[in-house]
């Protein structure tokens, strides 16, 4: 289960400069993050950490990442 505090925290790293990232970033959140494991949830973590423009290359599939947990999280943020 995930914390009301964890989730408020997590709302506010998902707000980024591009407008993009805040949009489908809100979406994987609310759809998704509650059913992650730990690892899972690390690997968002990481990917929040990330800059707006290579993080938004990574979800346009710009970028190729050889990091297995993120193709994860990835496929997830891609979904319809």
């Known amino acids: ?7 408020n925290r997590l709302r506010w790293n998902c707000r980024r400069g591009l407008l993009e990232l805040d949009l489908v970033l809100a979406r994987f959140l609310e759809r998704h993050y509650a059913a992650l ?8 973590g990481e990917l929040l950490e990330m800059p707006d423009n290579e993080l ?7 970028l190729d990442s050889h990091n297995t947990s993120w ?4 496929g997830l943020i891609n979904e319809p």
């Open 71 to 74: 193709k994860t999280i990835l």
């Open 56 to 62: 938004w290359d990574l979800i346009l599939g710009k």
């Open 37 to 44: 494991g730990p690892a899972g949830r690390a690997a968002f």
């Open 1 to 7: 289960m995930v914390s009301t505090a964890e989730l």
